[in-house]
């Protein structure tokens, strides 16, 4: 079946330096990617999201870039700080399953001061 | 936020209990959404309904039985759960499903329910 697979799991970086989370899907018909973010005790948020038509977009010091053809898109955070700690969950949906949502397993980041 | 609500917020039950989870949205929004939230599968979608209709079972146990008499409630009745069912049972909600149309299937979360089964 479909499936989203999300790299790393872990993720540690310095204040201020960038990073970068990438999924890749397999249903080639999926046409939207969803990156929601997920602090400690609190419900995931959508912090940017890019549509098939679209190879990048950018949000402050947020960005998704998408490549349809390697069927992978990934989240890019500059400029890190210590509120961009949390857990990113990659998704992917599209018109052949419109209501089937296929979330990646998750991307722990850290920020160390 | 107030968006989408759950309750309860945390729920022990035993293996012979029933007991029902409930969501409310007040955004308007045409789908909603569970899912399961645990160490193992991160986030697994459950149920979808849109416009009240069932639109996706994701192979769940029959021990979990959804229901949506409207557009703005969704429940989730449990009956015989098992230990390995303890995890956080999420709701959300959408204008509408998302991948359908360009600028309306922003999925908002509800805060959750933490379900522990002894």
């Known amino acids: 079946g479909e499936n989203v697979e999300q790299h790393p799991s872990t993720l540690s970086v310095q204040e201020g330096d960038s990073a970068v989370i990438k999924c890749t899907y397999s249903d080639s018909a999926s046409n939207y990617f969803p990156w929601y973010k997920q602090e400690l005790g609190k419900r995931p948020q959508l912090i940017i999201d890019i549509r098939s038509n679209v190879g990048e977009k950018k949000d402050q010091r947020i960005a998704v870039t998408l490549n349809k053809t390697a069927k992978h898109f990934s989240l890019h955070i500059t400029e890190t700080q210590p509120e961009d700690s949390a857990v990113y969950f990659c998704?992917?949906?599209?018109?052949?399953?419109?209501?089937?949502?296929?979330f990646g397993s998750g991307t722990r980041l850290s920020i160390r001061p | 936020e107030t968006g989408v609500t759950q309750t309860p917020r945390h729920l022990v039950m035993g293996m012979t209990n029933k007991k029902s989870l409930k969501c409310e949205q007040h955004?308007?929004?045409?789908?909603m959404y569970w899912y399961k939230q645990s160490a193992k599968k991160p986030l697994e979608l459950m149920f979808v309904y849109n416009f009240k209709e069932q639109t996706e079972n994701n192979s769940v146990p029959s021990r979990f039985s959804p229901e949506c008499p409207n557009s703005s409630h969704l429940f989730l009745h449990l009956h015989t759960l098992q230990p390995e069912d303890s995890a956080l049972y999420l709701c959300a909600s959408s204008q509408e499903l998302a991948g359908v149309s360009s600028r309306a299937d922003t999925q908002y979360f509800g805060p959750g329910t933490r379900l522990t089964v002894l």
């Open positions: 998704a992917s949906t599209g018109y052949s399953s419109a209501s089937k949502i296929i």
């Open positions: 955004l308007g929004h045409n789908a």
